[in-house]
């Protein structure tokens, strides 16, 4: 939900960034307890969610978004295989495509969470034929890369460098961009480029930080909207 008041600071953006790796503490150790897949309600309403989350993020990390919107009776999907997210966004959208076409889904809704933007994104330009995903709402995405992946000895995440042969190839296809809701925080201290995408629908949220903004309430507002009937 939204932040209150501003706390009293120096830097308010220090006191943001706390506020954001709690809850990255928070969701690691929920993410802990397992599941390997999701439930679908007894009746279900709507089109079916296929949860894409970021690097380092175990689908679990999303459960609380996902926990909300099964509670309106909308079917969730999560994807074990994808494990930590920490492969290559190539090979992770092709993971995301075969399981589509495997469980035969339909009119999908991904809601991915930074990285799975860029993932989800590729494989609806490469890895969905039929027309299975209908739209995608990414939030925190970075689109156009983040120019702090370079200084993180970690390849997975220098994948996100701006001149990344993928980031640039993503940024140059914008046939699918309109089937986007880009989704994203005002401040976000892991994307200092941003994460506007032409094309698409582009909708800030009050709640600052890279992680935090997935409590939003307005997320979790737009993503009915678009989900039920």
């Known amino acids: 939900m939204p932040d209150p008041k501003p706390v009293p600071s120096a830097s308010p953006h220090l006191w943001w960034r706390v506020r954001d790796y709690a809850s990255v503490l928070r969701w690691q150790l929920a993410a802990a307890r397992g599941d390997d897949a999701y439930r679908s309600p007894v009746e279900p309403v709507g089109p079916p969610v296929v949860l894409v989350p970021g690097v380092w993020e175990p689908w679990q990390f999303l459960r609380p978004l996902a ?92 994948a996100f460098v701006p001149s990344d042969a993928t980031i640039t190839a993503l940024a140059a296809e914008t046939a699918v961009n309109a089937r986007i809701v880009s989704v994203h925080s005002d401040w976000d201290p892991h994307v200092p480029e941003g994460s506007v995408l032409p094309g698409a629908r582009d909708v800030v949220l009050a709640t600052p930080g890279h992680f935090r903004p997935l409590e939003d309430r307005q997320l979790e507002e737009l993503l009915l909207e678009l989900l039920l009937p």
Not at 83 to 89: A, E, F, K, S
Request: hydrophobic share 50%; glycine share 8%; charged share 20%.
């Open 67 to 158: 926990e909300r919107l099964f509670a309106h009776g909308v079917r969730v999907h999560a994807i074990p295989a994808l494990g930590y997210n920490r492969q290559p966004v190539a090979d992770t959208a092709a993971v995301l495509g075969a399981y589509l076409v495997e469980h035969d889904l339909r009119d999908v809704v991904l809601v991915a969470h930074s990285k799975g933007g860029l993932v989800g994104k590729l494989a609806m330009l490469r890895h969905d034929p039929d027309g299975r995903i209908a739209t995608m709402v990414a939030v925190n995405a970075p689109f156009a890369g983040s120019r702090y992946a370079r200084w993180i000895p970690i390849s997975s995440v220098r």
